[in-house]
């Protein structure tokens, strides 16, 4: 009788340990958890903000060129930054779509980090493509709002200037391409490279990532 008592006492203390090793993982992972999901939150009400703006942006853009739609240059400059106003929205609005995929589902976390990944690449490649037409655009922007608030067409008094100015703007696309190019299919081993690649996929992304992974870690030890 002792020896059978001492083994349901046995079972017992290895059922309370079980259930102790369960609560502390369970405690592990929400904590977890939830500092990933303040990362996204920080996220989403960026991407708010930044729809927001866009948002504004293509309201001014499609005023000014319907105003100056008699201009053809003024109305040209008017559409495509209009043009690029609305990439600008979609981009911010898919990240959004995909940042609440994430936010909203409690899926298991390998699946959590497949698509954070896959929101991060989004968010570069974007990045890119709405950044690097900035090498031109800020021309652009600067002609449109002087024409708009001041009435002065620069366009019309520098024209050489002006498109020399965009011609040395494409060349700094071209060069950016090349280098992305060069730089996508290698390891990325220098930290200022490292640091620029994730800023363009979000700092508050990456510390989300982060956090999953250790959630990834912890379980599989």
């Known amino acids: 009788m002792e020896l059978d008592e001492m083994k349901q006492a046995w079972a017992r203390m290895e059922t ?5 090793e369960e609560l502390l993982r369970q405690d592990f992972r929400d904590r977890r958890m939830e500092k990933s999901r303040a990362s996204m939150r920080r996220t989403m009400w960026w991407l708010g903000l930044e729809v927001t703006g866009w948002i504004v942006f293509v309201v001014w853009a499609a005023s000014f060129w319907v105003a100056h739609r008699h201009v053809p240059h003024l109305l040209v400059m008017g559409l495509l930054l209009h043009v690029y ?19 909203l589902f409690d899926a298991p976390v390998l699946v959590l980090q497949r698509w954070l990944a896959q929101l991060r690449r989004f968010r570069v490649y974007s990045t890119l493509a709405l950044g690097l037409p900035w090498w031109c655009l800020w021309l652009l922007v600067t002609l449109v709002a002087i024409a708009d608030f001041t009435g002065v067409d620069l366009y019309a008094a ?59 870690r912890f379980e599989r030890a």
């Open 16 to 20: 309370r340990q079980d259930g102790i």
């Open 85 to 103: 106003g609305i990439g600008a929205i979609w981009s911010c609005a898919t990240q959004l779509f995909l940042l609440a995929r994430i936010y």
């Open 158 to 216: 520098g024209e050489s200037w002006i498109w020399t100015t965009m011609a040395v703007g494409l060349v700094g696309i071209g060069i950016s391409v090349w280098l992305a190019r060069r730089l996508a299919g290698k390891p990325v081993r220098s930290r200022f490279l490292q640091r620029i690649v994730d800023d363009m996929s979000g700092r508050n992304l990456l510390g989300a990532s982060r956090q999953l992974e250790e959630i990834a």
